[in-house]
């Protein structure tokens, strides 16, 4: 069915996609511009609209106080953990920022948190997919860093939520890309996803069987990526112009942004060429231009690639496995296509990565693949089925601020662990818990993903109570707690405190004032429903035609549909969905004889020991009246 | 048979009723177990229970599919691992193994002392000489005089424990071996307990000299 279409959604630090199964491949759907990225780059104008993705871009430069980018660097995380990414990303955040709370980033006159940011960019894609479809799109498959944590996953799906989408599942980009890359291969065998972004870096380590996706591995970094090279170009070449031209950039947004669009451009070039010039006017008149050979540039990137090396060795060492015990090495991300990290990819797992994929877009199809194996699946998908693990562990802090892991890192997803706590003094009548993530020793160096109160214990002497904690990690990666009172029986409550987070209140909150800016979405939307209720009116009123039904009509009421009908199909592609509706009414009044008649005829030929279908009204006899007005929500 | 997770009739997913690892699969109690038959039994059973099949089923219907699947999973991870599997079935039998040491560890940090570990009788020479070589190794460093052959004697000893604790899988495969006799003609539980005690003790072995061989590292590394 239309309305249940499922899209899969690549949301990534610098471009983001969105894509769906066309029968039995997966495809990207292009914007109104015709390509198939949308930058994630989120811009205020200059009447307070929202703008998104290439159009965006130029306010980058122009006004770089109202434009957002990489905002994914920023997703669940707290002002403490974005201190070195605000020395180096033009982030403003709100002056009134409290400690804990969830972070706010300046857009113009405004603020917006970053899972807020990320909805602008989902409802772009959003829409281009109902541009394409001409029917309303509402469920989604959105994929996220394997390396993501608990509060970054949870912070994604909110985006979702605010962008009106519904998140049936969160699915890992690596393993995302190893579906695409399987649906296409159809091989057994273990394959190395190596997936370098704009701002994060995986690696997936996957057995493929028989259509089982079996992650065995995984590892990363959320903070590494071809942002980071960019503003390594970006230092220099700032350092450059104060030493050669004593300019100090620095405090010049525009120009800054002017010079790191320049060095992008550079290193894409280098990856094709093995010399080239950035070259740019600046302020005041004067020009910088500086030669940088491949060579020159591969020992500038070499430590940040470097640093993908380590997550490499230990993905392999947690699956056991030696890199000659990798039948294929997978590249995803468009950092992958430098050949410095393509021959470090080759050194490391000691065979020649497997390039035929786009980069940029795999992720995408993968998560369409997904979108397709949860709607059902397919004759392309079927028995295909994915296994992710959770990529860090699961802990709660104990006495002496130590982690006491529950669930282990790369354990397949769902996973459950069982805690059960006691009170210290007698009548106690709560128990906090704190729930951390990562793998070191102490509470202090994990991270802090909640902290639970049990609340309600019936008073008993200390130790008496035994509460049964259950922690459960969803098939999202996203932590569930539930809890009771083995004793009494009573079912614990618990108050969550999100350590980074957004309350349910806040994203419903989000949701409401998102309507501001969906003015247009809104209108779009309404136009597309028209549309597609037009469409149905006029398949029905062609099933008329062949209808017995049809030679009861006199001549004017015949003359009379025709002329409606020629009417709707003249402004069914207005864009204005009232147009569109007055016409459909009309032709649904014209044509509610042929309708009764029709439903008469059914009727008729069935008691004659006809069965309903042989009649041809089309539907069994509790669908609805064949011409009647559709009903919308 | 396996545990009833689905309805015999409607084959739908049931809520989950309490069963142990090992009913989950349908497997006997023992500890010898074919690694691609259960892998083979897993897929299988993940093609039913994942999560991911039944995205449109109702509130309740998807809260017993989760639970369910994470059991699976949870059932699969410990069965797979023979450490693991073999530890399990020693708490099925009543023994707190991974407890015991817990609540001595939380004892130890309250009381703000070292965890004591029992050092198992078996190796007490050789870790007695051990703990020499380390002590003496911390302090050289601790001078700034590394000793060049105190390391490679430490060399030495981690290569020796760590074929050790190779080796103590073997020995755990032997005493499965007893153990699973045992069930097949159903031995009286005192004959059960003696191969239990066994295994007990093997595994505080295996688990000692994981931490010795942590602490060379400590030192060669450090």
């Given amino acids: 069915m239309a309305s249940d279409r499922i899209v899969g959604i690549d949301l990534g630090t610098t471009n983001s996609l969105v894509a769906f199964m066309q029968g039995e491949n997966p495809v990207v759907i292009p914007g109104e511009d015709g390509s198939n990225l949308v930058p994630s780059v989120v811009a205020l104008d200059e009447r307070d609209q929202i703008i998104v993705g290439n159009a965006a871009r130029k306010y980058l430069i122009e006004t770089p106080e109202r434009a957002i980018y990489s905002v994914k660097r920023l997703m ?11 020395k180096l990303f033009p982030f403003h955040l709100a002056d009134d920022l409290q400690a804990g709370e969830v972070l706010r980033i300046r857009l113009g006159e405004k603020t917006f948190t970053p899972p807020e940011v990320s909805a602008f960019v989902l409802r772009q894609l959003k829409r281009n997919a109902e541009r394409y479809f001409g029917a309303p799109v509402t469920k989604a498959v959105i994929t996220v860093p394997a390396y993501f944590n608990d509060a970054q996953r949870q912070a994604t799906k909110d985006a979702g939520r605010i962008a009106g989408l519904e998140v049936l599942r969160l699915v890992n980009e690596p393993t995302a890309a190893s579906l695409a890359y399987g649906l296409d291969k159809k091989q057994n065998g273990i394959i190395a996803v190596y997936d370098l972004g704009g701002g994060t870096f995986d690696i997936s380590i996957l057995k493929l069987q028989d259509g089982i996706f079996e992650v065995i591995a995984t590892n990363g970094d959320t903070h590494l990526g071809g942002d980071d090279i960019d503003n390594l170009l970006l230092t220099i070449a700032l350092d450059d112009i104060l030493g050669d031209l004593k300019i100090d950039l620095r405090r010049n947004a525009e120009a800054v942004q002017a010079l790191r669009k320049a060095v992008i451009d550079a290193k894409i070039q280098l990856s094709q060429h093995t010399t080239v010039t950035i070259s740019i006017e600046l302020p005041g008149g004067k020009h910088y231009a500086r030669e940088i050979t491949r060579e020159n540039f591969e020992g500038l990137i070499q430590p940040i690639i470097d640093r993908t090396v380590g997550p490499c060795r230990q993905a392999l060492k ?38 035929d994929l786009n980069p940029d877009e795999v992720v995408a199809l993968g998560a369409a693949v997904q979108a397709n194996i949860l709607s059902g699946g397919s004759e392309a998908t079927e028995n295909m089925l994915l296994l992710d693990v959770t990529p860090l562990s699961l802990g709660i802090e104990v006495a002496g601020g130590v982690t006491d892991k529950i669930i282990l890192r790369n354990s397949t997803i769902p996973a459950s662990a069982t805690q059960h706590y006691t009170t210290q003094i007698d009548g106690q009548a709560n128990v906090a818990i704190h729930v951390l993530q990562g793998e070191r020793e102490l509470a202090k160096d994990c991270r802090s993903l909640a902290r639970f109160d049990l609340k309600g214990i019936p008073p008993m002497p200390a130790g008496m109570p035994r509460i049964e904690v259950k922690f459960l990690i969803d098939a999202n990666g996203i932590l569930q707690v539930s809890a009771r009172e083995q004793r009494s029986g009573t079912e614990a409550q618990i108050e969550v405190q999100p350590s980074y987070g957004l309350t349910d209140e806040q994203v419903e909150g989000m949701i409401l004032d998102s309507f501001d800016y969906a003015e247009e979405d809104f209108r779009q939307r309404q136009i597309i429903e028209a549309r597609s209720e037009a469409d149905t009116i006029l398949a029905a009123l062609e099933k008329g035609r062949k209808s017995p039904a049809w030679g009861v009509l006199t001549r004017d009421e015949t003359k009379n549909i025709a002329r409606l009908e020629k009417a709707l199909l003249a402004v069914k592609n207005a864009d204005d969905h009232k147009v569109i509706r007055e016409a459909i009414d009309a032709l649904n009044q014209g044509t509610m004889r042929l309708a009764e008649l029709m439903m008469d005829s059914a009727v008729a030929t069935a008691l004659k020991g006809k069965t309903m279908e042989d009649a041809d009204v089309g539907e069994g006899p509790t669908a609805p009246h064949p011409m009647a007005k559709a009903e919308f929500e | 048979m396996r545990a009833a997770q689905f309805c015999h009739s409607c084959g739908k997913v049931q809520p989950p009723a309490p069963a142990d690892y090992f009913t989950f699969f349908g497997l006997p109690r023992k500890l010898h177990l074919k ?29 017993w599919i989760l639970e369910q699947s994470s059991r699976l999973n949870d059932a699969y991870r410990t069965l797979k691992d023979p450490i693991q599997r073999t530890q399990y079935l020693l708490g099925l039998e009543g023994v707190q193994l991974e407890e015991q040491s817990k609540s001595a560890t939380e004892e130890a940090r309250t009381a703000g002392t070292v965890k004591k570990q029992v050092v198992p009788p078996a190796l007490l020479e050789e870790v007695f000489e051990l703990n020499l070589q380390l002590e003496e190794a911390r302090l050289a460093k601790k001078m700034g005089e590394p000793d060049p052959e105190l390391v490679r004697e430490l060399e030495q000893q981690k290569k020796k424990w760590e074929a050790q604790f190779e080796e103590s899988l073997e020995e755990l495969k032997g005493y499965w071996h007893e153990w699973d006799k045992l069930i097949d003609h159903d031995a009286a539980p005192e004959k059960r307990a003696a191969v239990r005690d066994k295994m007990v003790d093997l595994l505080n072995r295996r688990n000692y000299i994981r931490n010795l061989v942590r602490d060379v590292n400590e030192v060669l590394e450090g």
Avoid: M, W
């Fill in chain 1, 76 to 86: 669940g995380r707290g002002v403490e953990d974005v201190r070195d990414e605000l």
């Fill in chain 1, 318 to 355: 947690d699956a056991g496995l030696k890199p000659e015990q990798i039948d294929e090495v997978v590249l995803v991300g468009g950092s992958t296509r430098i050949p410095k990290v393509r021959t470090l990819v080759e050194e490391l797992f000691q065979r020649k990565p497997h390039v």
């Fill in chain 2, 35 to 63: 690694e691609a038959a259960l892998q083979r039994e897993f897929y299988e059973l993940s093609r039913k229970l994942h999560p991911d099949l039944s995205v449109r089923a109702d509130a309740r219907e998807q809260a």
